[in-house]
């Protein structure tokens, strides 16, 4: 009995880095990517909270070095001087408040951690950091961790430029350069605890766990040695020993000498081949049809659901950084993004995260984006732009803010209703017009051919008459958009036109009129 006891314990351990701890009935996580703290705290009370939204992936809140050449790139974020709580985003005050505001609304707060390595090699000298912070990427020096040169793994990458050159070869891919970052020496207990120190004051302020960055980079039993020191989340919002989400970044889509099953037991794992082909069958290229995905997640050996973190795109791969190229779906394609969106959120595989994008000015030259280095809107300074509310609930200024689009703000509540529900009542036509329903909750239907669906299908759900999420949504009683009858069988008719803006249609159990 004793012996059962400590294995059930330690399960639940072990389990706890899986769970986005989330509050009961909300499931999704949104990627305000690059959003201002402030933006951040009134998105939680004022949408984010009353749409049923889980949590908020938030960009690096550490200091970073602040680049002129090209100015100021998105990507300055994830070139940390020190574990300073400032960033272009917000002061460690406004942090803060965020964080307290939209735990105090239910909505959690997942921290993008960068701590495999520091600034590039060629950052330089001086104090232009997000807080003012003196450091030296040449001498390897950043005084306000502090750490030094023995503190990064020079030494020990054996390549003649110091940068990972052969991605097959493990050593190389783990104890060097990541294109010049300066690699931190993980191996050393100095390091970790500093690292665990970073992690453990975002604990204290209330966040619910973290997306680690550049884990493929790190050696698994590092990220241990790491993890095993994070405290307990804040109990003014969780229960007694709550431990943090833990979600990491690993690219693996195969030919690789590093698979992300070598991270499964530390937390779950960012599945890129989802974002890879989705996009490949929704835009069915290489004779891929929407009647393939009956055995969707595993069956297309993907990892294992519990394990896995899914998306349609991400801050990286939205502009041909990483894994998937062409295929992968973005707000730029909308028509074909928001079913995408639709299916995943309807699909019981994974911790689903939906990404809120800014626009920038793309130019396109042999197949390459040359302005995808592009940071959010800023003002002439540098400083990040406010997110306007349009009276549509729309965003403004260059913020895109798909999680606000109907269609996707709708499947997040789906999901929401569905959430443990049975993958049931599949339906396809060989081709690209597919349904399928979650148990007794919700149905939905996909038209991703060049002609009309007209089709009547068994739902599973009550009879009655429903509202579809997708051209509208229920509204005090009355539904703004088409209407579906379920008969007291459970069987209904769909039509959707090939033309239609969006060709699918979606209904639950808490949209019924």
Not at 42 to 66: D, H, K, M, T, W
Not at 194 to 209: C, M, R, T
Not at 401 to 412: F, G, L, S
Not at 429 to 457: C, P
Request: with cysteine; hydrophobic share 35%; aromatic share 12%.
């Amino acid at each position: 009995m004793k012996l059962f006891l400590v294995l059930a314990a330690f399960l639940s351990v072990c389990w706890a880095q899986y769970n986005p701890n989330t509050q009961p009935g909300r499931t999704s996580i949104v990627h305000l990517f690059e959003w201002r703290w402030a933006d951040i705290a009134a998105e939680c009370e004022r949408y984010l909270a009353p749409n049923g939204f889980g949590g908020v992936q938030i960009s690096p809140p550490s200091e970073s070095v602040v680049l002129s050449n090209p100015y100021r790139p998105w990507w300055e974020r994830y070139q940390p001087i020190s574990y300073n709580l400032c960033s272009r985003s917000g002061t460690a005050s406004e942090l803060k408040d965020m964080v307290t505001r939209c735990n105090n609304v239910g909505v959690r707060i997942y921290v993008d951690a960068v701590i495999n390595h520091m600034s590039g090699a060629t950052a330089g000298s001086g104090t232009h950091s997000s807080c003012g912070t003196f450091f030296n990427a040449a001498a390897r020096s950043f005084p306000s961790v502090p750490y030094s040169a023995m503190d990064f793994n020079d030494g020990k990458c054996r390549t003649y430029s110091g940068d990972i050159e052969n991605y097959n070869d493990i050593y190389q891919v783990r104890d060097c350069r990541l294109v010049s970052l300066l690699d931190l020496a993980l191996e050393k207990e100095y390091v970790r605890g500093k690292a665990a120190d970073y992690l453990n004051s975002l604990i204290d302020i209330g966040v619910a766990g973290f997306r680690v960055d550049a884990c493929k980079h790190m050696w698994p039993g590092d990220l241990n040695a790491v993890y095993s020191r994070i405290k307990p989340l804040n109990t003014k919002w969780f229960p007694s020993g709550s431990k943090a989400f833990i979600y990491q970044e690993v690219i693996d889509l195969g030919g690789e000498g590093i698979k992300a099953s070598e991270y499964f037991g530390l937390g779950r794992v960012t599945e890129f081949k989802y974002s890879t082909k989705i996009g490949i069958v929704f835009r069915k290229w290489n004779g891929e049809k929407l009647a393939y995905l009956r055995n969707w997640g595993e069956g297309w050996a993907f990892m294992p659901s519990d394990r896995a973190l899914v998306f349609v795109d991400n801050h990286d791969n939205q502009r041909g950084h990483g894994p998937g190229g062409d295929s992968v779906l973005t707000f730029w394609d909308s028509r074909l993004y928001k079913m995408a969106s639709g299916f995943m959120l309807a699909h019981p595989y994974g911790v689903t995260r939906v990404m809120s994008s800014f626009r920038w000015p793309r130019y396109i030259e042999n197949g390459k984006d040359k302005n995808d280095w592009v940071g959010p809107p800023s003002y002439s300074d540098g400083r990040t732009k406010p997110v306007p509310i349009n009276p549509d609930s729309t965003c403004g200024d260059g913020w895109v803010c798909e999680h606000r689009w109907r269609q996707i703000k709708n499947m997040v509540m789906f999901r929401n209703v569905v959430n443990g529900q049975p993958f049931s009542n599949w339906w396809d036509n060989g081709g690209n017009q597919v349904a399928f329903g979650r148990g007794n909750k919700g149905f939905i239907v996909f038209n991703n051919d060049d002609w009309n669906l007209d089709v009547t299908l068994q739902t599973g759900l009550p009879a009655g008459l429903y509202c579809d999420v997708i051209s509208g949504q229920e509204d005090g009683g009355r539904c703004t958009g088409s209407q579906i009858s379920v008969e007291g069988d459970g069987r209904a008719r769909f039509q959707i036109s090939n033309t239609a803006e969006d060709p699918f249609i979606a209904i639950h159990v808490n949209a019924k009129l």
